[in-house]
């Protein structure tokens, strides 16, 4: 492992710890030239998940981008970084346990509006909002009753 700051690539492990829920191990190193420490993450590397939009094209999964979807919905509400990590990550484990390699947007949407509606029903809403391209009051109302009525 090169070091972040010198970039040599001698270094001891200090400490290693499984991290988010057994997703990864965390090492904390010491670089035996500079003898700084530094973290890094080592993850299971899976098969790139391809989303298949709704215009057919198809686009490699960016983890990202659907955490700042989540969070964008979540804006102003009780729900931590951490929480929308987790739904991404129970997203994400449920995908792979179907061996899936592509996924259609609205299905990934449909996935997270699931996790959405038992956590906060306005970010729910919100989140649905955009996801279904609502176009006028009369689909917010639509689905504000089919949430009243669960």
Known sequence: MKCPYCNKDEDRVLDSRVVRDGLAVRRRRECLACMK???????????????IKHDSQREEYDREKLIVGIA?????????RVTIEKIVAEIENEIADEYKLEIEAKELGERVLAKLIDLDQVAYVRFASVYRRFQNINEFTTELTKLKSK
Not at 72 to 80: E, F
């Open 37 to 51: 420490r530094f973290t890094t993450y080592e993850y299971i590397e899976r098969s790139p998940l391809m989303i």
């Open 72 to 80: 964008l919905a979540c804006t102003k509400r009780p729900i931590s």
